[in-house]
């Protein structure tokens, strides 16, 4: 099983009563918060940032939107059917465009598990190439693991796979609006795509980059790789980041709650490498500068421990 898909599956039989304490901001909703414009015409929705429970139902990552006067781009499916539909239902009160596109961030259950909702309504779902390989490798683990937290709010979802996919870059028109989907390089995970407007010079950054909880390092993420991507990202000079999750933001705040973290740890694990310490070091790091990040508690320790021995193998 995919670890992510076994983290939620196991966060659904003991971490209810911790991710309780951030509200649900949009109780008449399935969604955590409601739709808010970042600048004319560019929507998100922030998601809890805790981790995925039936409380917040699986909204624990921002989901967002383009309109034009030719319809809306959708940046993520949602966690599940419904949420995609409450997200949809959020959309109608704003405009009468027709979606035309959904655009995965990622391979990740919260990005895609609510692309069969999108599939009813004939809406073009595009994803990039590793992204792809990740939901028909991992979808019915990341399907198994939300239907663990959600229960009957994970109703009627099932995996579809996207229409179409890039490996690099893929240009979107949507009316008069250009929208650049970016593949960076490697980053937290496989697939990993941001969505630029140049025009209202924003990016919606997916999990390029973080705000306000701290980013997971997973087993595969490969964070050496990851600052050098950055630098990538940051080179668009965007004025206004919607990160993958935390509130709208921008480059200078990302960059240091995202980059800034991970050259923090991977200076601090050098150093115990050129002191012949080990993993056990490793996991006391002195971490306290990022307390104040949602999800500290159940990630600190665990992202030193990778980004130790990702380094401790880099040194052969």
Not at 18 to 44: C, F, H, I, Q
Not at 130 to 144: F, H, N, R, V
Request: proline letters at 5%.
């Amino acid at each position: 099983m995919r670890p992510l898909a076994l983290l939620a599956l196991l966060l659904s039989f003991s971490i209810n009563s911790l991710a309780n304490t951030e509200a649900d901001r949009y109780p008449e909703s399935e969604l955590y918060s409601k739709p808010v414009e970042v600048v004319p015409g560019v929507w998100t929705s922030v998601g809890a940032t805790q981790p995925p429970t039936y409380e917040n139902a699986g909204h624990n990552n921002n989901l967002s939107f383009v309109i034009s006067d030719d319809g809306v781009l959708v940046v993520n499916a949602g966690a599940s059917y419904l949420l995609a539909k409450a997200l949809h239902d959020e959309i109608k009160k704003i405009t009468d465009q027709p979606i035309r596109y959904v655009v995965l961030e990622n391979g990740q259950g919260h990005a895609m598990l609510g692309s069969n909702y999108w599939r009813q309504l004939g809406v073009k779902i595009i994803a990039h190439d590793d992204a792809i390989a990740e939901i028909e490798k991992y979808g019915a683990d990341e399907l198994e693991g939300m239907m663990g937290y959600n229960k009957d709010r994970g109703l009627d979802t099932t995996i579809v796979m996207p229409d179409a996919s890039f490996s690099e870059r893929m240009t979107i028109h949507l009316g008069e609006i250009p929208i650049e989907l970016i593949n960076f390089g490697p980053a937290h995970s496989a697939g990993d795509i941001s969505v630029y407007l140049p025009k209202q010079d924003v990016i919606i950054a997916g999990d390029m980059a973080f705000h306000q909880r701290m980013l997971p390092v997973f087993p595969e993420t490969e964070t050496l790789k990851w600052v050098k991507t950055f630098d990538l990202f940051i080179a668009t000079e965007a004025k206004h980041v919607i990160p993958g999750h935390g509130e709208p933001t921008d480059m200078a705040t990302v960059t240091r709650e995202t980059k800034g973290y991970l050259l923090y740890l991977q200076d601090e694990a050098r150093k115990l490498l050129d002191e012949d310490l080990g993993l056990d070091e490793a996991y006391q790091i002195d971490q306290s500068a990022y307390r104040h990040l949602d999800t500290f508690e159940e990630l600190a320790t665990k992202n030193a421990g990778r980004i130790f021995q990702e380094l401790e193998l880099n040194s052969f």
